[in-house]
């Protein structure tokens, strides 16, 4: 079983960016594939961003891409998500999430067995 904390989270200017990471404890993070959920109120859970074991395969929304790049340091058992050109549709709480598979974790959360508690992303414009 793993644990997942996130950080980074904040209050930011439209065009400001951010970086987040899911700091992983109890199994090393090499062993899942890796993923990046958002919610807003009123709104369900969305796909963000995907990245497998060793991060050679590397998913996006396309309301992201382009802004935001997914990446993962195993030796130091974190994952991160640096977003920039940030936009006010972009708050939401942003969860990581870990899924024990060798490729792409995918986009839908039912495929994750593990998630952290969130972190506020606010965008002001």
């Known amino acids: 079983q793993v644990q997942l904390v996130e950080s980074g989270g904040g209050l930011v200017q439209a065009g400001g960016s951010l970086r987040l990471s899911c700091a992983a404890s109890g199994r090393t993070l090499s062993t899942y594939g890796m993923g990046w959920f958002r919610q807003a109120p009123g709104k369900e859970r969305e796909f963000v961003a995907a990245?497998?074991?060793?991060?050679?395969?590397?998913d996006y929304a396309v309301s992201v891409k382009g802004r935001f790049t997914i990446s993962r340091d195993n030796a130091k058992n974190t994952v991160y998500l640096q977003m920039n050109s940030l936009k006010p549709e972009d708050t939401a709480v942003y969860y990581c999430a870990a899924r024990p598979t060798w490729g792409s974790p995918g986009g839908s959360p039912d495929g994750y067995d593990y998630w952290g508690q969130g972190t506020q992303v606010t965008v002001s414009s």
């Open positions: 990245i497998s074991r060793i991060g050679g395969t590397l």
